[in-house]
């Protein structure tokens, strides 16, 4: 891998004093920030060759002062011996000797589950349609059959880790992301319950909630479903309260939130339940709760009789044991009646239906790959950031006349000007908009 | 990953004997040459991990010549002789199995591409060890592991990205030992399964792991799959133990497998790691002190002026150094 090889020559070991840059970072065109996490920084960088997009995640040193970061480890292990359509790839590991932090290189994709989801909710007020929906889910699906056929489970999945190419020969292909937490689970040395709490809540596995030891690669089809009724309905199915501190507490109300929807569950259905720790210790009376009966086909608003919601049901089964496997729910009816799922999810298959434009995502143009914010942020990088972020939106004379302040350079009257212009335009089109202009301008003229 | 198959072991990591002499005399001849040009071989890793090279030293040249470089064959021995130590510390610190195994495997790859001369052995086997429990998830803290053999935590931090970058990142390594159960399981399905047989198997699979162990310090692990090491250490321990017809139950398994590989190679495989763990020698302490004193003089030229000085002055000490050396990494 890159930088792996032929660093015994001395090539690679040389590189990187404190003050120098990594020679890699050279092969690259920083675009920006694009995301940030407990782990670090994600980048959107260019290749200077091949102009492709790449989104580089930067893990910092672990905090601890115990060397690598595991999770970087566990990600970059995973991947580099993973290769699938729908499971994003690893193009490079770069490291940076100056503050011994790793860079992970990923094949860019311009959206994610969470993204497309929040844009049908808050923007155009209506469903996915129906081929979309199900070319997602097929191709999760698919990715996840591979990853468990490999003996990994993800034990992360959300929509926000679900991505979706944008254009280019994979538009619309899903990419399934964020290995951090992943595990293999052929053989593992210790109960894999040991290194706390997985899954963002919301998603997690009824058998996680209760506290279950040996969970198996049937938590990941529970999220699934989770994110199959929220492509339905554009909110979450379990929106429980998350009980934070004390570690991996007692998730009450995301216990409620499901109960709520599929009833109760009782050990004859899920004959394993009475040995699960938070089942037997009874301690917030969970067992003798009353809930009514289960009624999940009124809440994602399917037919009871419907294919989808037969498969959504068993995805959502209380049973780990019974729960669909990737393989079982990928041979489900739902796949095999019109419309057929395809390979570009995004496409519009009926006539006369309009071609959604997801926007891209926002990239902060003031941080750079070592992760510090620019203290004079050069204007036409903002403007372009800007402008190649919604140039979709912008009025045609807007979009020039900014080409032509930014251009200028960095004037700092022009640039004041110029950004209040901005936010002045900005204000009439889209909130958002106006925000990502407010942090601007207050970065800029805090540093003027 | 259980699928060996697509692994980056099977593809970038089984090699032929030749690339193996190919990338060990490339190492050993840089190692050398830097000992010509400046007087000494060690590379100094720094706290952030990258790698600088010695300055040259002011000695004439007539006095370096003085130093004389590891051959090849030297190097074998030391790394075969730190392999056995990471089995040694491993077992120490009570690690699963397959702890040692993966850190072995590391150990290997990492000296494929440079030579003792240039990292000390010593450090990198504890980077392996280090490497291994963060990767098979069996964390353990680099002061844990450090305070327990008594050595120096940083340098093993030091050590870690160099370690991991010259792996190319190839985490997932699969050793023979999980091999070891899957044939042994089979087996169990080979001979109908009666009591007696059943505890003759469990005494097989108890008496493999030993065998693979050894052949662990070969340089097998680094030309044949972990399947064919399995079986080469049952078919020896069958030997012993007699406890199935193997060339039957081989006879069995090549009709089987899904690669078209026939029972004549695979027997020949084989064959080439018995041959490969028959001609494992572990060096002697006698052996190890001889060595242990060129490296020091390659590493730093300086600290071997003052050790021969100390040398005379009492000839227990430098004893005591090298049994130090030898018992250090399995305290605690």
Redesign the interface.
């Known amino acids: 891998?890159g930088?792996?090889?032929g660093?015994?020559g001395?090539t690679?070991?040389?590189?990187?004093?404190?003050s120098n840059r990594p020679v890699w970072m050279q092969q690259y065109d920083l675009m920006g920030k694009i995301g940030e996490g407990t782990y670090g920084l994600v980048f959107l960088a260019k290749t200077k060759k091949q102009k492709s997009c790449i989104a580089i995640k930067k893990f910092k040193q672990s905090k601890?002062?115990?060397?690598?970061s595991?999770t970087a480890?566990r990600e970059?292990?995973?991947l580099?011996?993973l290769?699938h359509d729908n499971v994003v790839k690893l193009v490079n590991?770069h490291?940076n000797?100056?503050?011994?932090s790793l860079y992970l290189a990923f094949d860019y994709a311009e959206h994610d589950l969470y993204e497309i989801i929040r844009h049908h909710r808050e923007k155009l007020n209506h469903s996915i349609n129906q081929y979309t929906v199900k070319s997602l889910l097929w191709q999760l699906l698919n990715g996840l059959n591979y990853l468990h056929s490999?003996?990994?489970i993800h034990r992360d999945l959300k929509p926000s880790n679900i991505l979706v190419m944008g254009d280019g020969d994979e538009q619309g292909v899903v990419k399934i992301g964020d290995f951090g937490l992943a595990?293999?689970y052929?053989?593992?040395?210790?109960p894999l319950s040991d290194?706390g709490v997985v899954v963002t809540i919301w998603y997690r596995a009824p058998e996680l909630l209760l506290r279950g030891k040996h969970y198996t690669s049937a938590v990941d089809i529970w999220a699934v479903g989770c994110i199959f009724a929220e492509l339905l309905t554009l909110k979450p199915l379990f929106q429980g309260v998350e009980v934070k501190g004390t570690s991996n507490p007692f998730q009450f109300d995301q216990l409620d939130k499901i109960f709520k929807v599929l009833g109760h569950p009782t050990p004859d259905k899920w004959p394993t339940l009475v040995h699960l720790p938070h089942w037997q210790n009874d301690q917030q009376h969970i067992q003798g709760l009353k809930y009514d009966n289960p009624c999940l086909h009124n809440y994602v608003h399917l037919p009871p009789k419907s294919p989808a919601y037969d498969l959504l049901s068993k995805m959502l089964e209380y049973d780990p044991r019974k729960r669909l496997t990737a393989a079982q729910a990928l041979e489900h009816e739902y796949f095999r009646i019109d419309p057929l799922p395809g390979r570009n999810a995004l496409v519009t298959t009926q006539p006369g239906e309009k071609i959604i434009n997801y926007p891209a995502r926002p990239v902060d143009t003031s941080t750079d790959f070592e992760g510090t914010t620019s203290i004079h942020p050069q204007p036409e990088m903002l403007f372009l950031g800007v402008l190649q972020h919604h140039q979709l939106c912008l009025p045609e004379q807007v979009h020039v006349q900014f080409l032509w302040l930014g251009c200028r350079g960095c004037h700092k009257q022009t640039c004041q000007l110029s950004i209040l212009l901005l936010k002045l335009v900005l204000e009439d089109l889209i909130q958002e908009l106006c925000l990502f202009n407010v942090v601007l301008q207050h970065k800029h003229i805090n540093s003027s | 990953?259980?699928?060996f198959r697509?692994?980056?072991h099977r593809s970038k990591w089984i090699l032929t004997p030749r690339d193996l002499l190919e990338k060990r005399e490339a190492?050993n001849w840089?190692a050398r040459k830097m000992l010509e040009d400046l007087g000494l071989t060690r590379?100094d890793v720094?706290i952030?991990?990258?790698?600088?090279?010695p300055e040259p030293l002011q000695d004439s040249k007539a006095e370096r010549h003085s130093i004389k470089a590891l051959n090849c064959e030297e190097e074998q021995l030391l790394r075969v002789f730190y392999e056995q130590k990471i089995q040694e510390v491993c077992g120490a610190f009570k690690f699963?199995h397959?702890i040692q195994g993966t850190a072995i495997i590391y150990f290997k790859r990492f000296y494929l591409?440079?030579s003792v001369m240039e990292h000390h052995p010593k450090h990198i086997m504890l980077t392996c060890v280090?490497a291994s429990c963060?990767?098979?998830?069996?964390?353990v803290?680099?002061?844990e592991l450090g305070k327990g053999i008594q050595q120096d935590h940083q340098m093993?931090?030091n050590n870690?990205?160099?370690v991991?970058?010259?792996?190319?990142?190839?985490?997932?390594v699969y050793a023979p030992y999980?091999s070891i159960e899957g044939f042994i399981d089979d087996m169990e399905g080979f001979t109908e399964a009666r009591d007696s047989v059943q505890t003759k198997l469990k005494e097989l699979q108890v008496a493999a792991k030993f065998e693979v162990d050894r052949a662990m310090l070969t340089d097998a692990p680094l030309l044949f799959p972990p399947g064919q090491l399995a079986l080469a250490a049952l078919r020896r321990s069958n030997e012993i133990l007699k406890v199935i017809n193997f060339e039957r139950y081989l006879e069995r398994i090549t009709s089987a497998e899904r690669n078209s590989q026939n029972a004549s190679q695979l027997v020949e495989s084989l064959n080439a790691i018995d041959l490969l763990v028959d001609k494992l020698s572990i060096p002697t302490a006698k052996d190890m002190r001889h060595i242990d004193r060129k490296l020091r003089s390659c590493l730093d030229p300086s600290s071997q002026e003052e050790s021969k000085k100390r040398e005379k002055k009492s000839k227990h000490k430098s004893k005591r150094a090298l049994s130090e050396m030898q018992e250090d990494h399995i305290e605690g």
């Open positions: 891998m930088d792996g090889r660093i015994a001395g690679g070991g040389a590189a990187g004093g404190v601890d002062g115990d060397g690598v595991p480890i970059i292990m995973l580099r011996e290769s590991v490291i000797h100056a503050d011994m490999n003996w990994v595990r293999i052929q053989a593992p040395l210790k290194n | 990953m259980a699928d697509t692994s980056t190492a840089r590379l720094d952030d991990g990258s790698i600088s090279y699963p397959k591409q440079w280090y963060k990767v098979e998830e069996n964390h803290s680099a002061e093993i931090l870690e990205m160099v991991l970058q010259s792996l190319g990142f190839d985490l997932i999980r």
